[in-house]
């Protein structure tokens, strides 16, 4: 895309992922984060062109204009399930590249109850009977889907405590964390099992906070941050026919790949790069067994080849190929409209050098974001420093 | 006492317990439960065809926890169950596993069965549809 406009990131913010009072409203801390953000990039609200809000329960983001100020931009609202922040992300920088606007505003809030998400039959297209007999249960699927990929490629369970040890010990270094407690993985595989092979501190759990971005053209990028991040690609992609996806009741015996495989591949491809030029990545590690499969379906890593990475500490802030820095989806939980975004936030806070204790090391110039949600979709960003 | 299909339209028969699927007849993919167009080749020329109440179980996990409704769990209580896919050689569908999950592997042979879920308002015996391990008989035969 040469003649693509480019767009760069100027600014991020957020409010810490946990859990709040409970009068502390969703778009309220959406507001908070836009100001973090606003702040970080030294603009006002006044000066957005133009706004997206993601939000899966929490309310309308446009909504968020009469605290913000009634400037009457356009403000686009998104509901794309867990994908939903990279999907706000592309739509805003997409209205830059079409010439609407100059600056952009990018946010994503959500404040869900305690416990696994329960869905709706009837919005995912299936009768009452899935539900009602037991099936149509995400965590059924994290663990299914898991097992299978471990039986497949010759994978050990250990490797889904590796993961969230680490994602753990992430989490102990980021004071925007929510879970900030070490567990060793003696302490993650003898705890309550949720669903085989997975165990409680395996699963991330729903929970509440926001995530805001402000997107610049690239050309007014330098204007206004001293070390902006480019957004060399952002790509979002559905499911097609043979991926394992789920609320499936059924899969053909033929094997697809899955919308994260396709959503990754057009990421590098727009942004002239490739799986291993990356330097820092942040995957949607719902539970350990999908941060290990989506190594491989993003391209960081061949299947199977994640036993030895962990093994030898490389997705570690101090390895190769750090992953989830921020300690991820299992030390933040999920705020299912910020997620994206925080993964976002703590690409560039890496790529500028501004990680604080969890800062990896090597002075990282390419990072990865990788979201994946039901029912099949997927959204991958591709973020450079402006050397790259 | 009458036995009913938790969903109609999921079942050929219930004596004996058949699964209702249906066959591109452009593609011979074959859906279940049984649609009006084809998610592969986008036709809508479907026929109706009835799935193989045999086959291998694909993945598994057990349900530790009550889900939260739409569930309904039984009248005496919720208790752990196991739920898998089972590959019945030209589609694998998601079901209920009865039985201890103890002895659950990939790969291993799986039968059709019905399991009872709750009772209907007239007193009838809502089923649906679940795999069992097959266990050989003393006999060797199946």
């Known amino acids: ?388 | 006492m009458t036995t009913v299909g938790v969903e109609p339209g999921l079942f050929a028969s219930l004596e004996p317990p058949r699964l209702a699927g249906s066959r591109c007849a452009r593609c011979a993919t074959v859906t279940f439960p049984a649609q009006r167009g084809c998610p592969k080749c986008a036709a809508s020329d479907m026929v109706p065809v009835e799935l193989a109440d045999h086959g291998t179980l694909w993945t598994w996990t057990v349900q530790a926890f009550e889900p939260k409704a739409p569930y309904r769990a039984p009248a005496t209580g919720f208790e752990p169950y196991a739920v898998g896919y089972v590959d019945l050689g030209d589609v694998i569908v998601e079901a209920r596993l009865t039985g201890d999950p103890a002895g659950l592997e990939i790969g291993m042979p799986m039968s059709l069965t019905l399991l009872p879920v709750w009772d209907g308002v007239d007193g009838s015996t809502v089923v649906t549809y679940a795999f069992a391990a097959e266990v050989a008989s003393p006999g060797g035969a199946r």
Not at chain 1, 17 to 44: K, N, Q
Not at chain 1, 138 to 156: D, I, P, S
Request: glycine share 12%.
């Open chain 1, 1 to 388: 895309m040469s003649n693509a406009t480019a767009v760069s990131i100027v600014g991020v913010g957020a409010h810490p992922f946990g859990r709040h009072a409970p009068e502390l409203t969703g778009m309220s801390m959406g507001a908070d984060a836009i100001g973090a953000a606003l702040a970080d990039a030294g603009l006002s609200w006044s000066d957005m062109d133009y706004a997206v809000g993601g939000s899966n329960v929490s309310g309308k983001p446009d909504t968020l204009v009469g605290q913000l100020g009634l400037t009457g931009i356009p403000f686009v609202n998104v509901r794309n399930g867990c994908a939903t922040g990279g999907v706000a992300l592309a739509t805003a920088a997409n209205a830059i590249r079409a010439g609407e606007a100059e600056v952009a505003l990018v946010v994503g809030f959500d404040k869900h109850p305690r416990g696994a998400f329960a869905a709706s039959p009837a919005d995912y297209g299936h009768q009452d009977w899935y539900a009602e007999t037991g099936l149509m249960i995400t965590t059924q699927f994290f663990a299914m889907k898991g097992r299978r990929y471990l039986h497949e490629h010759g994978l050990k369970d250990q490797v889904l405590a590796q993961v969230a040890a680490k994602a753990f010990r992430n989490g102990a270094l980021n004071p925007d964390a929510w879970r900030r407690t070490e567990l060793s993985e003696e302490e993650i595989m003898a705890a309550r099992v949720i669903n085989p092979p997975l165990t409680q501190y395996m699963f991330c759990s729903p929970s509440e906070g926001a995530a805001a971005v402000v997107l610049a053209r690239s050309d007014r990028a330098a204007d206004l941050c001293e070390r902006p991040v480019r957004l060399a690609a952002v790509t979002k992609r559905t499911r097609r026919f043979g991926s394992f996806e789920v609320f499936a009741p059924w899969l053909p015996p033929e094997a697809g790949v899955s919308p994260s495989v396709d959503a990754a591949q057009a990421a590098f491809e727009r942004a002239g790069l490739i799986a291993s030029d990356v330097q820092v990545a942040q995957l949607q590690d719902t539970d350990s067994a999908a941060e290990i499969y989506h190594m491989a379906e993003t391209g960081l890593c061949g299947h199977g080849e994640q036993q030895q990475l962990l093994d030898l500490g490389e997705t570690a802030p101090t390895g190769r190929l750090p992953i989830n820095t921020d300690g991820g989806c299992l030390a933040n939980g999920e705020p299912v409209g910020a997620s994206g975004l925080r993964q976002v936030r703590e690409v560039v806070l890496q790529l500028q050098g501004r990680a604080g204790a969890r800062q990896v090391g090597g002075s990282p110039r390419v990072g990865f974001t990788h979201v994946y949600g039901a029912p099949g979709i997927s959204a991958c960003t591709v973020l450079t420093t402006t050397e790259v």
